[in-house]
């Protein structure tokens, strides 16, 4: 009967080895995930009758929108970003040239960076701006809480049809780096 | 020093080492637990009584993807490096996992016909199944840089719960060849968080409108909570009440079945918790269900007041949630095995024409299956069941299941006069380096058993 049951004990006696291995769990501090957000931030498509006075038939030369928005106001923005690429891209099929300028603005409409486009008449324009960690310009980019668009007709002589647009567009790649601390 | 003390003072480090699974105690008829897996078991107790609070204490934690090892070995490898290598080869099919259960009370007794075998009793429960929701996981750690990658929320799929199981069962030996047996069991829900019907894509492509275009395509998503803390009043609640009589009740039954085909050939099979829970009380229900197409905020130039475009898009994909009764299904477990029985009988001597003496060796293939809210999980093991002598038993197993191909397991009973002892381990070979293994289960128990006389009539 001993030589049946000394089996089990060696087995059990086996099991004094378990241990965990050569592990580091404070590796865990190293731990950095670089994840890029592609978001849409704001677009508009602006046709003649825009520029147009229904009832006067005017030109009207400046028109004006604005947003809240809210893709900053949260702690990862404010801590994990390394950098963010506003992209703009604008189709002006008009026969006029545009100023179209892109304010970033605080909750109290405190303008903190001016973006400016020189749109030329029947022209497209693609424009990226890196906002970098560290810099003036992001600190303003991460404190924004309102965009203003402020659209301006440069007049000139030309007639305007009811084909004619200015297509805007604007998105942002945002880097983030994000670790454990 | 005797080798009974021995035996015991190595039988505790087995007990702080090693883990268990309960596909060792099925079958494992020295041990009374054997009748929470199979009520059907043939046992020979007249009675017995679990030590309270340590006649059952059983953790299992596996991981189905990769191991501990994978990430946090110290080689000199950048953790990141790590990670970013592993991810890919982490499929939506690996769970994470952890059940534990402590058994309050247990105690059984043999009716005057010795047909019937009673037991019943107390344990309280934690299960946690969580799947691997790849495409979620790639998109926290990529982000949606990929514009031709769809992210599916099909894969999102956890539940955890924390309960009180009362149990009341019996076991019948029918006749000569047939034992059958059944358990009721009642459920009080302590917390439960379920979310697992969930579907819908997120995707990024190139816009038309826009430089991007996001889509949230047919969006179901269901989260459902009971037995949450939300303020004092309910912490003071107390933890006889919540796992008790916490008014989130349910029903389940189990059932066994014990056959022997003949002499030496004997087969086994159960099933465990085939149940519900229902969620009255203290309950909170998440929904978000829709599609939304957003390619940025679209400006206007309105003459009048400005338009408030931030919670147009917020409302077209609203989160919903309220109180709201919901009913929640146990995790089923279905075990079967078959087995020869050879060598000596358990003490040869006594002869009898209802009650036979168990051979004292037994071969023989068990599956275990438990259903899942993906898939059910299957485990298929090979088995060697020794009885040694009056005072010890051991069952040694070899496991191919969900976790590896390699899980060799050794469960162990020991009798002391009317003390039993017990304890099981599976994946013994993980034990050599925890961090390597993806599962580890530790079962653990004493009881008092007084045992049947087969040769009064």
Known sequence: MKLKIIPFYILIISLFNSCIGDVDFDQSKDIMISPVAKVAVLQFNVKQTDFINSDTGEEIPVRLDFTDINIFNNSIAENDIDHAIFKFEIDNNFNKKFIVNYYLMDNENTILEIIPFNVDENSSLVKNIEFIRGTTSYDNLIKTKRINVVVNLVPNANTMDNTMFLHFKSALDIYLNIDNE | ?457
Not at chain 2, 407 to 420: C, P, Y
């Open chain 2, 1 to 457: 020093m005797n080798r009974k003390y021995i035996f015991i003072i190595l039988f505790c480090f087995v007990i702080n080492l090693s883990s268990q699974n309960k596909k060792i105690l099925f079958g494992f008829n020295e041990v009374p637990q054997t009748l929470m897996a199979n009520p059907g078991a043939e046992v020979d107790f007249q009675w017995h009584s679990g030590i309270p609070i340590l006649s059952s204490n059983y953790i299992h934690a596996g991981i189905s993807g990769f191991a501990i090892n994978d990430i946090f070995a110290n080689d000199g490898v950048n953790i990141n490096t790590k990670i970013a290598t592993l991810l890919p080869n982490i499929d939506n099919a690996d769970f994470y996992t952890i059940n534990q259960q402590l058994e309050v009370f247990n105690i059984g007794f043999r009716r005057t016909n010795k047909k019937d075998y009673i037991s019943l009793g107390y344990y309280e429960e934690f299960d946690l199944i969580a799947y691997h929701p790849k495409d979620l996981v790639t998109l926290a750690y990529e982000g949606n840089q990929d514009l031709n990658k769809i992210f599916n929320l099909r894969d999102f799929k956890f539940k955890a719960e924390v309960l009180g199981v009362f149990h009341f069962g019996v076991s019948r030996k029918w006749n000569k060849k047939i034992t059958i047996g059944a358990r009721i069991k009642l459920y009080s829900s302590a917390f439960n968080i379920t979310s697992t019907q969930n579907s819908g894509l997120f995707f990024t492509k190139e816009g038309t409108n826009n430089i991007y275009r996001h889509r949230m395509q047919e969006i179901d998503f269901t989260l459902k909570t009971s037995g949450v803390i939300h303020n004092e009043a309910e912490v003071e609640q107390s933890m006889f009440s919540r796992f008790v009589a916490s008014g989130n009740m349910g029903l389940g039954l189990d059932f066994g079945l014990t056959y022997k085909i003949n002499k030496n050939w004997i087969t086994e099979a159960s099933f465990q918790d085939l149940g519900f829970i229902r969620h009255t009380k203290n309950t909170t229900v998440y929904k978000v269900q829709g599609t939304q197409e957003y390619d940025g905020l679209n400006l206007t130039f309105p003459t009048g007041n400005p338009i408030d475009y931030l919670n147009q898009v917020k409302n077209e994909l609203p989160l919903i949630y309220g109180s709201e009764k919901y009913t929640s299904l146990r995790s089923l477990k279905v075990n079967g095995l078959i087995a020869y029985q050879f060598g000596d009988r358990d003490n040869a001597s006594c002869l009898r024409t209802f009650y036979e003496n168990s051979f004292r060796s037994k071969i023989g293939l068990q599956i275990y299956s438990i259903l899942r809210p993906k898939r059910p999980q299957f485990a298929a093991t090979l088995f060697y069941d020794k009885k040694f002598s009056k005072f010890l038993r051991g069952k040694i197993t070899y496991t191919v299941d969900s976790y590896s191909a390699k899980n060799i397991g050794i469960g162990l009973s020991t009798r002391i006069g009317v003390f039993n002892m017990y304890g099981a381990i599976d994946n013994i070979l993980g034990l050599t380096n925890i961090a390597k293994s993806k599962n580890q289960t530790i079962n653990f128990g004493i009881n008092i058993i007084m045992d049947f006389d087969k040769t009064k009539p």
